[in-house]
């Protein structure tokens, strides 16, 4: 096998190890939730075995795809995983917030069924359209999203960061998850991401990304995906694992320095405890 070639394995195999420790975690957390007596520390753990498990589904993708070199997929996908992490932190710290979005939950099934009252109609009797629509009618009328720099926030303070690289950091942040959701939306980063200068001021357009690379994205499924274990392992107090990939990822492929650019500079590892040098 060719030097890449053994990088990708390498990298392919730290995710799939991190991703499996998701099951226990997801095991563990059913058993919380019966456990629990308070109603709004629930929520928490509601919310804590909804995003496990959606970042369960997700990360497979993510190794997938990214291991075959799709990587503005990847780059997608990742995006979400950091996103699930940074939620996780927030409904940890906040159980208020995690039962205010929890209950929330109701009124969202509402807004989803809006469009398909009228095709509803005709298959119900008048009282039961009426039933219906006053159910549908009980939706308050906005819905409140927490704000992603507020979950951002609440990540750095349960990782430790303190509060003098507080605003640096929350930087780098915000660039990781803005390449990553330029990405999903078709925005500017997406065109920056499509073309690059080439010789005599013209410019190359590139069907695969010109600029995220196949083992960075790798890296950045462990790295949001640790950081969502994280979250758990802080609130309860209790081991599964993560810590020990930390200092397995930083063995393994940061011994060498890397240039740090916009492009593969990733906030998350250096919120782990991984240093590039």
């Known amino acids: 096998m060719s030097e890449q070639s053994n990088a990708i394995t390498a990298r392919v195999s730290l995710g799939q190890d991190t991703r499996q420790l998701l099951p226990e975690i997801i ?3 059913e058993a919380n939730m019966k456990a629990e007596t308070s109603e709004q520390l629930k929520f928490v753990l509601l919310w804590q075995l909804t995003l496990a498990t959606t970042a369960w589904d997700v ?3 993510a190794i ?3 291991s075959q070199g799709s990587v503005r997929a990847a780059r997608l996908l ?3 995983l950091s996103e699930y992490a940074y939620r996780t932190h927030q409904y940890s710290s906040s159980p208020r917030r995690a039962e205010k979005d929890g209950l929330q939950a109701g009124a969202m099934a509402r807004k989803l069924m809006e469009p398909a009252a009228l095709n509803l109609k005709r298959t119900m009797s008048d009282a039961e359209y009426a039933a219906f629509k ?5 939706a308050p009328p906005a819905l409140s999203f927490t704000k992603l720099r507020k979950m951002m926030n609440a990540t750095l303070t349960r990782m430790g960061v303190k509060d003098t ?3 640096e950091f929350l930087a780098w942040l915000e660039v990781e998850y803005t390449l990553g959701s330029g990405m999903v939306h ?5 065109l920056l991401d499509a073309f690059r200068k080439a010789e005599n001021d013209s410019f190359e357009r590139g069907e695969r990304s010109l ?3 196949r083992q960075d994205e790798l890296i950045r499924t462990a790295a949001s995906l640790i950081l969502l274990i994280a979250a758990i392992e802080l609130y309860h107090g209790e081991d599964f694992g993560g810590r020990a990939l930390v200092q397995r990822m930083e063995h393994e492929f940061f011994g060498e320095h890397r240039l740090v650019t916009v492009w593969q500079h990733d906030a998350l590892l250096p919120l782990l405890g991984v240093r590039r040098s």
């Open 27 to 29: 095991k563990s957390l």
């Open 59 to 61: 990360s497979e993708a």
């Open 64 to 66: 997938m795809i990214g």
């Open 78 to 80: 990742n995006r979400c």
């Open 134 to 138: 006053a159910y549908l009618d009980a």
């Open 165 to 167: 690289s507080r605003e």
């Open 186 to 190: 078709g925005s500017q980063v997406a």
């Open 211 to 213: 600029h995220f690379q």
